[in-house]
């Protein structure tokens, strides 16, 4: 059975810092590209950061603006989203989503809240 499990979410002052954690079982991990997401009430899910098979390649969407940093670690079968520069319009759920081949994976997210 695959699971992926987010965590690190909280809350967080206007301009804090933030790790979350996506821990992945039940699949090859090394081959799936990995992504998060957001999704604020009542908007819709939207792309924050992907990142490549091997960690060699990544996007981010362009609210971004060099704020987060995504990464992965192979061989614990994680991924990360690291947040700095936090905004009250970052609050959302963060999921985590293995992608590039089929079936698509999602967790169930992990709430982030940024007060100001």
């Known amino acids: 059975q695959v699971r992926l499990v987010e965590s690190g979410g909280g809350l967080v002052q206007l301009g804090g810092s933030l790790r979350i954690s996506c821990s992945a079982s039940?699949?090859?991990?090394?081959?799936?590209?990995m992504s998060w997401y957001r999704q604020a009430p009542g908007k819709e899910r939207e792309l924050v950061a992907a990142?490549?098979?091997?960690?060699?390649?990544?996007n981010y969407a362009d609210y971004v603006n060099g704020r987060f940093i995504i990464s992965r670690a192979n061989r614990e079968n994680t991924v990360y989203l690291q947040m700095n520069s936090l905004k009250p319009e970052d609050t959302a759920v963060y999921l985590c989503?293995?992608?590039?081949?089929?079936?698509?994976?999602w967790g169930q997210g992990t709430q982030v809240t940024v007060s100001s």
């Open positions: 990142i490549s098979t091997n960690g060699g390649n990544s």
């Open positions: 039940g699949l090859i991990f090394s081959t799936y590209a």
């Open positions: 989503k293995a992608a590039g081949r089929l079936p698509v994976y």
